[in-house]
T-cell receptor
Framework: RKEVEQDPGPFNVPEGATVAFNCTYS??????FFWYRQDCRKEPKLLMS???SGNEDGRFTAQLNRASQYISLLIRDSKLSDSATYLC?????????????FGTGTKLQVIP | DVKVTQSSRYLVKRTGEKVFLECVQD?????MFWYRQDPGLGLRLIYF???????EKGDIPEGYSVSREKKERFSLILESASTNQTSMYLC????????????FGSGTRLTVV
């Protein structure tokens, strides 16, 4: 089983739709979680951190389910500008080091 | 905002050449990383460094080396470039705990011919 798995998509959704992505992780000791956004031919940029209590930033909501070992990203009222690849990141702290694992990304295409 | 600067956006090198990719960050971060990104494979960690003069192998270090002589600069070296090292190379930095996430440079797209 991969350490971090994402559905590669693409998810093609109409403008205004609500879309959700999941990301599963295999190591239950993982401690920090993030969502990154990557536009075509650009670098990944931090979208939001993911907390156990869940967090919301405008149209974006991120949640963590430790029991089932997945994180989710919900985008409401999709805009054309949301079209990008969304990467999940899982961090495990061990022996003073961070082990950072990126998912391979889920591609979102918002259609007019 | 943290700024991570990679010296070249696009590079074309010949097989067998020694290639230097430079990365500089301006936020006094201890942690710096080099990744390569390939379609379908995602981001793969090549090397990382948690301090000056310190380096650790990532998941795919073969064919690469690194140098960190100053805190703000982390260099990736391809000792003898090969065509399978054609890729997008991304440098990143973070605070020690990494709990504020990683900031990436804009990437260097390297083509080895």
């Amino acid at each position: 089983r991969k350490e971090v798995e994402q559905d590669p998509g693409p998810f093609n959704v109409p403008e205004g739709a609500t879309v959700a992505f999941n990301c599963t992780y295999s190591n239950s000791a993982s401690q920090s979680f993030f969502w990154y956004r990557q536009d075509c031919r650009k670098e990944p940029k931090l979208l939001m951190s993911v907390y156990s209590s869940g967090n919301e930033d405008g149209r974006f909501t991120a949640q963590l389910n430790r029991a089932s070992q997945y994180i989710s990203l919900l985008i409401r009222d999709s805009k054309l500008s949301d079209s990008a690849t969304y990467l999940c990141v899982v961090i495990l702290y061990s022996g003073g080091y961070q082990k950072v694992t990126f998912g391979t990304g889920t591609k979102l295409q918002v259609i007019p | 905002d943290v700024k991570v600067t990679q010296s070249s956006r696009y590079l074309v090198k010949r097989t067998g050449e020694k290639v230097f990719l430079e990365c500089v960050q301006d936020m006094d971060h201890e942690n710096m990383f080099w990744y390569r990104q390939d379609p379908g494979l995602g981001l793969r960690l090549i090397y990382f460094s948690y301090d000056v003069k310190m380096k650790e192998k990532g998941d795919i270090p073969e064919g690469y080396s690194v140098s960190r002589e100053k805190k703000e600069r982390f260099s990736l070296i391809l000792e003898s470039a090969s065509t399978n090292q054609t890729s997008m190379y991304l440098c990143a930095s973070s605070s020690p705990a990494g709990d504020y996430g990683y900031t990436f440079g804009s990437g260097t797209r390297l083509t080895v011919v």
